[in-house]
């Protein structure tokens, strides 16, 4: 069993993957799936509260719930006062949870209907609460019963230990059951076993939140020993490369950032996102940083080590491009040139909504990524106005939306949020678990357009470019000093 570590791709299988593999895990195992599943649960129970006197499992009438009598039975033989509560099975329920049961009933644990509310009033911080009760087979909301049992665990004094995924969570996307809705119940973990593989709604969306301490245990199962493959790949750390002794400006290449319209409509200045971009590229180790600012004005606020260019004079032919950072809608003239004739490409902000609303701009765009590097980054608003959806679509399979994206303009794809997906013709997508909520601030993603192009134009496909500026964005907001305001100027300065 791990924990949920950055320091390596983990592989990652949605729920209908992981129904396809448990036939042959079972058949490479001489003990019950269920029975493996519990015992594992019962250990981590106890190295996460080995002071735990009482352990409360909330069990459901799947798998989920049998997962959670077997770990119920390991920890009453190991003298822990358990109780488990659970949910009545509106039919015979699954072969191997009703032998769980009866398993857990010969051995004298307590089984009861309902909550135990007096019992659960003598629990303390050091006890545990065990979180059995749908696991990956949730796909509904929850009935008035179980959001009675949510509360009671969520009220309670003790930790909580999910098995699988917190209720209340969808295991694909990482979204509430209930929708985002004032009412929204779940289950807050804090710490959720996942079984054979990591699911990808605890690693995007609200799974961040609601997870807690995520760790694993695989049951055997290995990539490269079976043939069912991973929906995804944990997305690895950011690793430093040293530039050589013997190199010099023009071998880190050379970025243009083009954006920045000036007032834009509404009265705002949008030149500060293009300056936010040209600096993220500059402190990433670009050879050279050109900043074209479509107010058609130069910027005071622009480091000096910044060159600043009209578009007309851009050989865009030669430069590693970053466009659409504030370029509000000034971009929508520059942008079928820049299609055209960058030789590499981040469309970024207004250079995705200009696209958005001309098809022939997506098809230059489509065209483009047979031929040119070329890399998105939207945010599922964008996403959404790009695949003629909503944004709540967008957000309930982050990987298909990013997928979909990546085949059709068939280019590197970086969907930004929470649990950011890297996806690109040929490849597994990634899910990024680097960042918080510090980044939920106006600027970063400029911040991230310039690092991609900084890691582009030192010699990366798109594909390592948007996956290696993704994890380090994150990773510097990870890292950054506590009581330390996090501003999209600092960030851009700290790249290195």
């Not at 055997?220 to 950011?238: F, I």
């Not at 003239?333 to 701009?361: I, T, Y």
Request: hydrophobic share 45%; proline share 6%; aromatic share 2%.
């Amino acid at each position: 069993m791990h924990t949920l570590s950055r320091s390596h791709a983990w592989p990652i299988l949605g729920p209908a993957q992981v129904r396809q593999l448990e036939p042959a895990l079972q058949a490479l195992s001489p003990t019950p799936l269920m029975q493996s599943a519990g015992l594992a649960c019962a250990r981590l129970a106890l190295a996460v509260a080995p002071h735990a006197r009482r352990v409360w499992v909330a069990a459901g009438p799947g798998n989920n719930g049998g997962d959670g009598l077997e770990a119920a039975l390991h920890l009453h033989r190991w003298g822990k006062e358990v109780v488990v509560s659970l949910v009545a099975s509106t039919g015979s329920g699954p072969t191997d949870a009703q032998a769980a049961l009866q398993r857990a009933q010969q051995a004298g644990v307590r089984i009861q209907p309902d909550v135990p509310k007096e019992w659960l009033q003598k629990m303390a911080a050091e006890d545990l609460c065990i979180d059995a009760l749908l696991g990956i087979g949730a796909s509904r909301p929850l009935s008035a019963d179980l959001k009675a049992w949510v509360l009671a665990m969520q009220q309670g004094a003790a930790p909580v230990l999910a098995i699988d995924v917190p209720t209340g969570l969808n295991p694909q996307s990482g979204q509430w059951l209930d929708g985002e809705t004032g009412h929204t119940l779940a289950v807050r973990a804090d710490h959720t076993l996942s079984l054979i593989a990591v699911q990808p709604g605890l690693l995007m969306g609200r799974g961040r939140d609601a997870s807690g301490q995520i760790w694993l245990e695989n049951l055997g199962y290995q990539v490269s020993q079976h043939v069912v493959p991973p929906l995804a790949w944990l997305n690895a750390p950011c690793a430093a490369t040293p530039k050589p002794h013997a190199s010099h400006k023009g071998s880190h290449g050379d970025v243009a950032v083009i954006g920045g319209e000036g007032m834009a409509p509404r009265g705002m200045d949008m030149r500060g996102a293009a300056v936010l971009a040209a600096t993220a590229a500059l402190h990433a180790g670009a050879g050279r940083v050109i900043l074209s600012l479509l107010s058609g004005h130069a910027s005071d606020s622009a480091p000096p080590d910044v060159m600043q260019r009209e578009f007309k004079r851009l050989a865009l032919e030669k430069l590693h491009v970053v466009c659409g950072c504030g370029g509000g809608s000034a971009v929508e003239a520059v942008l079928p040139e820049v299609l055209q004739r960058s030789a590499c490409l981040v469309l970024d902000a207004d250079g995705l909504n200009a696209l958005a609303q001309d098809s022939a701009l997506q098809n230059a765009l489509r065209q483009r990524g047979y031929k040119q590097p070329t890399v998105i980054t939207p945010h599922p608003l964008e996403a959404a106005r790009l695949l003629g959806c909503s944004t709540q679509q967008v957000q309930n399979d982050r990987l298909k939306a990013a997928q979909e994206l990546a085949e059709h303009f068939q280019c590197s794809v970086v969907l930004k949020g929470s649990g950011t997906v890297i996806a690109a013709p040929g490849h597994t997508p990634r899910i990024n678990i680097t960042g918080n909520g510090r980044l939920a601030i106006g600027g970063t993603g400029d911040v991230l357009a310039g690092l991609v192009g900084a890691r582009m134009a030192q010699g990366q496909n798109t594909f390592e470019a948007a996956c290696a500026a993704v994890a380090q964005h994150g990773q510097v907001a990870d890292d950054w000093p506590p009581g330390e305001a996090l501003t999209a100027s600092r960030l851009a300065q700290r790249l290195v």
